[in-house]
C-alpha cells in the first residue's frame, strides 16, 4: 500500500514539474486563501499572468498538497506551503519569498529571466 502511495506521489510531482517547467510562472494554492490572494494580486500588477492550480479543484489535489509539504520541509520550516511559487521552472517558495525578492529587487529578473515579463 505504501509503495502505491509512494507512486502516486512520484507521478503527482512529475505532473507538477512538468507544470512548472512549461509555465513561466505558477502559483499553487487553494480558493479562498488570503495569501494566494496577495501573491496572485503582486503579480498581476507586475503585469505577469501567472497559471494558477487551485488545489481544492483538483482531483489530486491531496497529493499535490502533499508534494508541496514536501518541498516546503526543505526550506524553513516556518514557511507555509499555499501558496507555493515557482518561477521558471524552479521553486521560489511561499508569499515570503515572493515578497522578499519583491522587496530586494531580484523578482523582476527572476520574472524576466523566466520569460514572464518583457519590460
Known sequence: MKEKVRMELETT?????????EN?????TIKDC????????????LGVAPTIIELDDKESGTEMHAVLHDLAA????????????F???EFLGGVQTLMSSHINGSLVPLLKDAGALWL
Open 13 to 21: 510531482y512529475e505532473k507538477m514539474r512538468r507544470l512548472a517547467s
Open 24 to 28: 513561466p510562472v505558477v502559483v499553487f
Open 34 to 45: 488570503c495569501m494566494g490572494h496577495v501573491v496572485k494580486c503582486l503579480l498581476f500588477s
Open 74 to 85: 526543505t526550506g524553513d520550516a516556518h514557511h507555509h506551503h499555499e501558496p507555493a511559487v
Open 87 to 89: 518561477v521558471g521552472g
